[in-house]
T-cell receptor, first 112, second 116 residues
């Protein structure tokens, strides 16, 4: 079946450090891939998405590239801020309708 | 403002006492869904609905019921809650267009439920 595997957290970084959160997936066909972010006490917000191989999603300085050959969708940011502290979820959407399959989530803590 | 609202945001209850968590969206979305979030497991889908009077089970439906009598509302019902249903619950909605992939799902703020 379809599944998403994320690197375990928490990830703790200093402000302005480089961020990578790994995400790999297993799916039949050609899924769409997403990163959602959950700030403390809030619901999930879509951060970025990619719908086909080699697409790069980007938003708020975050980027992720859909790599079909490695079945990966790693999240990166060149210089994190304290305000980026949150839980990040990788997810895929496969099939005809809107069911999202989520990874376990990775908590990011950024310190000044 | 486009949004998904859930009520209550926090609830502590006892085993066996029926409860309902409401979900409402103002974006005229066809698709609505309930997820539960548990540590180390991410979000798992409980039930979903593709339109009024059309509902179906997700991955973890046991112990839950839903209804979709109006397009904007999708309540989650726990007829006889048990401690293993202690969790953080999210409602989500989106448009549903056959053949169009990657539509954004909008999430509510979450309901933290504790069953004693």
């Amino acid at each position: 079946g379809n599944s998403v595997t994320q690197m375990e957290g928490p990830v703790t970084l200093s402000e302005e450090a480089f961020l990578t959160i790994n995400c790999t997936y297993t799916a039949t066909g050609y899924p769409s891939l997403f990163w959602y972010v959950q700030y403390p006490g809030e619901g999930l917000q879509l951060l970025l998405k990619a719908t086909k191989a080699d697409d790069k999603g980007s938003n708020k300085g975050f980027e992720a590239t859909y790599r079909k050959e490695t079945t990966s969708f790693h999240l990166e940011k060149g210089s994190v801020q304290v305000s980026d502290s949150a839980v990040y979820f990788c997810a895929l959407l496969s099939g005809g309708y809107n069911k999202l399959i989520f990874g376990a989530g990775t908590r990011l803590a950024v310190h000044p | 403002e486009a949004q998904v609202t859930q009520n209550p945001r926090y609830l502590i209850t006892v085993t066996g006492k029926k409860l309902t968590v409401t979900c409402s969206q103002n974006m005229n979305h066809e698709y609505m869904s309930w997820y539960r979030q548990d540590p180390g497991l991410g979000l798992r889908q409980i039930y979903y609905s593709m339109n009024v009077e059309v509902t179906d089970k997700g991955d973890v439906p046991e112990g839950y019921k839903v209804s979709r009598k109006e397009k904007r509302n999708f309540p989650l019902i726990l007829e006889s809650p048990s401690p293993n249903q202690t969790s953080l619950y999210f409602c989500a909605s989106s448009f549903l267009v056959r053949g169009r992939r990657g539509d954004e799902q909008f999430f509510g703020p979450g309901t933290r439920l504790t069953v004693l």
